[in-house]
């Protein structure tokens, strides 16, 4: 910056150290996020589907079932959070709870390299389930080819499957055992809802395991 060239000749309000225009365009992801969360919560099911879905985990769980979970992008790593969370911990000390997400770069690779990118979950579904497990899902569209045929594999070996959509849905809407479809234009709005109803079943599950 030369000399003379302050905070006014940068465009950024003295008093307030932030750009007025930083400030508009920062508070849109807030205001939509708030906007996504409350269309969401008119939905009264969408919210009594959280103890529904956690009872059901819990019961597979009992029974020596375990949950799979698988996703692509940002939602393999919402899998990935939601299955931490029960191998480990979220809020009380209870037993750790069986959980797996399909994050093994050996199969991933192996498998879209001899088979396609779009059999990699259903071949795991297929190594993986038992009748009685839980596959959760996640994807932003609800098209995915590998996610649909992840769903496909499980309802044909007898699991119970768990889906978080977006965009209404897409192929995916009505094809599984339990759907969120989560409001929202835009993948990470939708993701952000996603992350909200994981913790909430997590939550659930344990106070459901504890008894």
């Known amino acids: 910056m030369t000399e003379g060239e302050g905070i006014e000749a940068r465009g950024i309000e003295a008093s307030g150290g932030v750009a007025s225009g930083l400030e508009v365009s ?21 919210l009594a589907r959280v103890g ?14 375990k949950v799979l ?14 299955c931490e969370e029960l ?37 795991w579904v297929e190594a993986l389930g ?3 497990d839980v596959l959760v899902v996640l994807s932003t569209s609800g098209n995915s080819p590998n996610i649909v045929r992840a769903v496909e594999a499980a309802a044909g070996r007898g699991l119970t499957t768990v889906a978080l959509l ?9 094809r599984c055992t339990h759907e969120w479809i989560a409001p929202g234009a835009t993948s990470d709005r939708i ?8 913790h909430a079943l997590v939550e659930q599950i344990e106070i459901e395991v504890r008894g």
């Open 69 to 82: 979970a698988c996703g692509n992008g940002g939602s393999l790593c919402d899998a990935m959070h939601f």
């Open 166 to 174: 977006g965009k209404g849905g897409g192929a995916l809407k009505g």
């Open 26 to 46: 920062m508070a849109d992801p807030f205001g939509e996020a708030a906007e996504a969360l409350a269309a969401f919560r008119t939905d009264a099911a969408n």
């Open 52 to 65: 529904e879905v956690a009872r059901g985990i819990a019961a597979s769980i009992a029974a020596g079932g």
């Open 87 to 123: 191998t480990g911990r979220f809020r009380a000390d209870r037993p750790a709870l069986p959980a797996i997400a399909c994050i093994d770069p050996g199969h991933l690779t192996c498998t879209a390299n001899d088979y396609g990118y779009e059999q990699v979950f259903s071949r």
């Open 191 to 198: 993701q952000e809802i996603h992350m909200l109803v994981l």
């Open 130 to 132: 038992r009748p009685g």
